[in-house]
């Protein structure tokens, strides 16, 4: 049986040892291995390794489901020190999470002792919990259109007939459930996206 597996890292040279000691502990375990590159989103993957974001915590069920309705389960890479993380929640797709500085045989006993739960949770094609709480409502993503065409929270509550402090109140919600600490990180999220 073959492992199809994604690696989404900026760092070619993790990436490429990741590989390496992925495909030493499948051969061991008598699996074959196929690794697809970010880019290609066509292909179904069963695994994928992702660089965690800076503000912690993605809610993956709303990332990809394919054509099957199977949605892979994710792994996530850590870069900054685990006492500089606050993890509270985390989404049920999530495996665990990887220190980028760990060596081989704490990556082989995390997938010794995570990998059973692919059967059951890649069944379960439903979002979990955690990434239901995360979407945004009309209301939210009303404001988030606002902010992002560049209109200040008065004139936003002025075009949607609220208040500036409901508008306000809506803003908050926005960057509690993306995680972001930040007005900065906030406007920054709204010129990537």
Same mark, same amino acid.
């Given at each position: ?49 992702? &660089? ?12 990809? !489901?394919?054509? @099957?309705?199977?949605? +892979?389960? =994710? ?30 045989? &704490? ?8 990998l059973w739960r692919m059967? !059951?949770?890649? @069944?379960?094609?439903? +979002?979990? =919990? ?59 999220w709204l010129l990537k996206?």
């Open positions: 049986m073959s492992v199809k597996i994604s690696i989404i890292e900026n760092n070619l040279f993790f990436a490429e040892g990741l590989k390496y000691a992925l495909s030493e502990y499948f051969t061991l375990k008598g699996r074959t291995v196929e690794f697809f590159a970010e880019e290609n989103s066509n292909a179904t993957v069963d695994l994928v390794f992702i &660089a965690q974001s800076e503000s912690g915590n993605m809610a993956y069920c709303d990332r990809d !489901v394919h054509e @099957a309705d199977v949605s +892979p389960l =994710y792994i996530a890479i850590r870069k900054i020190k685990p006492a500089q993380t606050k993890r509270e929640k985390a989404c049920s797709r999530e495996l665990g999470v990887l220190d980028c500085h760990a060596g081989i045989e &704490a990556l082989f006993h995390l997938l010794d002792d995570k059967s !059951v949770i890649s @069944a379960a094609a439903k +979002p979990c =919990y955690f990434c239901l709480s995360r979407r945004l409502s009309g209301r939210e993503k009303e404001v988030v259109s606002y902010l992002r065409l560049g209109v200040n929270q008065t004139q936003a509550a002025k075009y949607m007939q609220l208040s500036v402090k409901t508008v306000h109140t809506y803003k908050q919600s926005v960057m509690r459930k993306l995680n972001l600490k930040r007005r900065n990180d906030l406007f920054s996206a």
